[in-house]
């Protein structure tokens, strides 16, 4: 059950529904024989007689089979010319699903769109949806919709909250594919499009990846991928032509450099003709890239580019550049600029085959940021959002964190780039500036562990990442609804339980852990847990300024670091004005005493106090929700969450009270409502 994800396929109980749908689906006939329809059909044969208890046949007699599935192409004299002419005018992954009482048809402009629109009937289904009157058409609104798998070759996983890697075991490829062909399945069934299968942290013995010691391999992966529409690209060592022995430099503007990443590049599509292409994290923590010889990141990406260019390959760029080797004394240097700063100004000077991954907020993944403003900001250039579905600063797949709505947030932010309107969904989805190439990428969030995310209700995250990227209208709650129903079944008390606690708990995590969007004050290193001074004095750039009268920082142009300026108006003039800037972001951007009055009405200590005694008696009453489902819930995926909400309490205890005797001790305020403090 649980390995299962929301493809459950639970027999289907009601037996109305049952009824209309074995009458729809005596046997299906497939139309084509393209590798992604096959695995549509295969699909099909799972899932089908699970849920309806009965034989499932696959015929080649469109004209003696009620439910028919193929391309658009294959199935033309079959559609009329309205169903045409509703996929003309759609993107290649469109897809269409058209029923009456008497037949089925689920085509698309390709056969990975048929692969999507058997997906989509097949959730209908485990929602128990009516599928006799179906007329759906749907494309995805972003281009690119990828995960970034952060697997090590020796089988952890960098911020990996889930066992260990199921692509590979020391440093060795998984010699079972199991695992990985059903994570296609799962990938395929919300609309993932796009995978890089190594971490961008690139170590030595994955920096041979791109060679043929371990591309038979990699091959292999990728054509399980492939079969569900899902292109693998590879995370790149910059310095790869250096590390392998073969040069002395990686300088982007050497001849023999380029010369060796366009053989290199050659030799990765005899295996992999449809290879995706490169994820590059260069000059980054370490990371080698073109800063070590004087050259910058169009330098060195236009050169990738140009090397993948003939196989039409992608370089994908991250922007999660900074300063990591800061020196606290220095109050200039700002954390929170160094992305825009650094990239602003190349705008225009990248090849077309270039995207740059910028993450969703100016810092790391934290509960509360404001939205990076340099998404949207190079309206010559191709941009990719990206999001962290691990829960590395948000529980750790242990505290319960739902994060939908947090990226629906970011997602709705309306950069007013190109005046009003201009919001960061219709930035990535490529409606603003018309660039080539847009998208979504995140950070997985999956291991061995046998429900594949750690804590159960962490799958909920990744469901819910490729239905929001596919279409960015459906509401958190939608999401939340999809999601529960399909792999914990129909019972309405376990639905409306579930999705309350799911609904809240990213502001319940909130709550409990660092204020008002100042953010970190964890452990550093591990980055779970409290430790408000873990990361003050250190050379990562993440303070607080917390002092006896007042926390925060001051990035306004006047006083402070002039991060405000990076945004357009209003939000420059808004984030900058004491009185106008939002309470959740207030730290972010201003430091004030501890007695200020937020808009809220309390003062910013007494906030401090009131959440962190809120936060801790939220995880209380969560435990309280789930315990009231013991009898509803299979024994396994009961304790799991229960084991999981336990620890939890003890984390939001921890954060409680640190937190709360920290800022006592250094304030010397008390709790208006004198609540134990230490
Ligand atoms: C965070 C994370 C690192 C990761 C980095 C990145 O800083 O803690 O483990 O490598 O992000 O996104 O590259």
Redesign the pocket.
Known sequence: KKYNMWLQYQPVTDSKVKEQYQLLLDQVCVIGDGIQLQAAKEELLVAVPQMLDKKFNVSNDPYNSRFVIGNKIKLAQHLDESKQAKLADKNEEAFLLSSDEKQLIITGNSDVAVLYGVHHLLRLMQLHADITQLDIVEQPKNQFRMLNQ?DNFDGSI??GYSGRSIFYQNNQFAEDKTRIKDYARFLSSVGINAISINN??VWEEETYFITKKYLPEIQEIASIFRTYGIKLYLSINFASPVTLGDLDTADPLDQNVQNWWKEKTKEIYEYIPDFGGFVV?AD??NRPGPFTYNRDHADGSNMLAEALEPFQGKVIW?C?VYNHLQDWRDRSTDRARAAYDHFKPLDGRFHENVILQV?NGPM??QVREPVSPLIGAMPNTNQMIEFQVAQ?YTGQQIDLCYLIPQWKEVLAFDTHIKGEGTTIEEIVAGNIHHNKYSGVAA?SNIGDDENWTGNTLAQANLYGYGRLTWNPALTSEEIAKEWIRQTFGTNQEVLDTIEDMLLNAWEIYENYTAPLGVGWMVTPGV?YGPNIDGYEYSKWGTYHFADRDGIGVDRTKETGTGYTEQYQEPHQSIYNDLDKVPDELLLFFHHVPYKYTLKSGKTVIQHIYDTHYKGYEQVEGLIEQWNGLSNDIDRERFENVKNRLERQLENAKEWRDQINTYFYRKSGIPDQHGRTIY
Do not use: A, I, L
């Open positions: 952060w960098e911020r961008v942290n994290k980054s923590e991250r999660f993450k790391d993944f590395e950070v980055h």
